[in-house]
Nanobody, 125 residues
């Protein structure tokens, strides 16, 4: 089992930055592909970013966040981060951290085995 706890959400203005954190515990964190997803009210959960575990390298991003968001991980702290810059009102959503036992970064929601409880990000215009 892997337990994931997100933090760092909040209310910001358009153009501001936020950094989300996801602390992992349980099985070996570094083996898992980690991802961030988000879900706005009345919408389906959508992919934001994913980062490889130790067996691969690389990161992938949704087109809507490319160039503004950066995913990273700190193996020593068992933590994955999502740095969000130039935030827009359309980025408003609950953000979820997830872990996948796949070998490569993926945006497929079904590939993720473990999920956090989410943290709310609200961007005002």
């Amino acid at each position: 089992q892997v337990q994931l706890v997100e933090s760092g959400g909040g209310l910001v203005q358009a153009g501001d930055s936020l950094r989300l954190s996801c602390a992992a515990s349980g099985r070996t964190f570094s083996n898992y592909v980690m991802g961030w997803f988000r879900q706005a009210p009345g919408k389906e959960r959508e992919f934001v970013a994913s980062i490889a575990g130790i067996t691969w390298t690389g990161k992938i991003y949704a087109e809507s966040v490319k160039g503004r968001f950066t995913i990273s991980r700190d193996a020593a702290k068992n933590t994955v981060y999502l740095q969000m810059n130039s935030l827009k009102p359309e980025d408003t959503a609950a953000y979820y951290c997830a872990a996948s036992d796949r070998n490569y970064p993926t945006g497929s929601l079904e590939a993720y085995n473990y999920w956090g409880q989410g943290t709310q990000v609200t961007v005002s215009s």
